[in-house]
């Protein structure tokens, strides 16, 4: 059974950091491209970004409203994907889901930005 | 960006009757190598990550309902749910993966009359 667990959401301070983890079984994580997406109630879903696996690179894309703030990583030993957060903004207060392919999501962590 | 559009933003539709749910892209999501539209639909109920119903704009997920289908190329999308039930009650989104970076209609509400 294929299983994806979100964890590390908090509420942060403006400005501040944090790192999500998404812990994965079920499949070959090794060979996976793995997203990140983000739903808000005034903008709803949004695609944060991906990485394609160590075999095709392990290249990173990003949607504009985070790049060069997010950087997504992936640790394929421990059969898990990192979102690491900096310079938060209240905007980036959100559920997030990672993502296998488009049928595969874990549950969601809030991250709340507020001070 | 490709910017994806619903309609309508919410729809009321009595039990055992037909819901129509329109999504336009603001340029082509057909894949002219593959001749593919890299369009997805999914279901999302309150406190569940989003279930993907439909992909490939018209190939329904391993275990969707046969009354879930979806049609349309190019721009134009349609998700139709055939004889709704009380269970359907939910928001659902068209998406395209065509380019990145993805993105998401603004969802369409599906309540019962």
């Known amino acids: 059974e294929v299983r994806l667990v979100e964890s590390g959401g908090d509420l942060v301070k403006p400005g501040g950091s944090l790192r999500l983890s998404c812990a994965v079984s079920g499949f070959n994580f090794n060979d996976a491209w793995m997203n990140w997406f983000r739903q808000t109630t005034g903008k709803g879903l949004e695609w944060v970004g991906r990485i394609k696996s160590r075999g095709d690179g392990e290249t990173t894309d990003y949607g504009a409203p985070v790049k060069g703030r997010f950087t997504i990583s992936r640790d394929d030993s421990k059969n898990t994907l990192y979102l690491e957060m900096t310079s938060l903004k209240a905007e980036d207060t959100a559920v997030y889901y990672c993502a296998w392919y488009l049928q595969h999501w874990g549950p969601g962590t809030l991250v709340t930005v507020s001070s | 960006d490709i910017v994806m559009t619903q309609s309508p933003d919410s729809l009321a539709v009595s039990l055992g009757e037909r819901a129509t749910i329109n999504c336009k892209s603001s340029q082509s999501v057909l894949n002219s190598s593959n001749n593919r539209n890299y369009l997805a639909w999914y279901q999302q109920k309150p406190g569940q990550p989003p279930k993907l119903l439909i992909y490939?704009?018209?190939t329904r997920e391993y275990g969707v309902p046969d009354r879930f289908s979806g049609s349309g190329s190019g721009t134009d999308f349609t998700l139709t749910i055939n004889s709704l039930q009380a269970e359907d009650v939910a928001i659902y989104y068209c998406?395209?993966?065509?380019?990145?970076?993805?993105?998401f209609g603004q969802g369409t509400r599906v309540e019962i009359k």
């Open positions: 490939w704009a018209s």
């Open positions: 998406q395209q993966y065509d380019s990145i970076p993805w993105t």
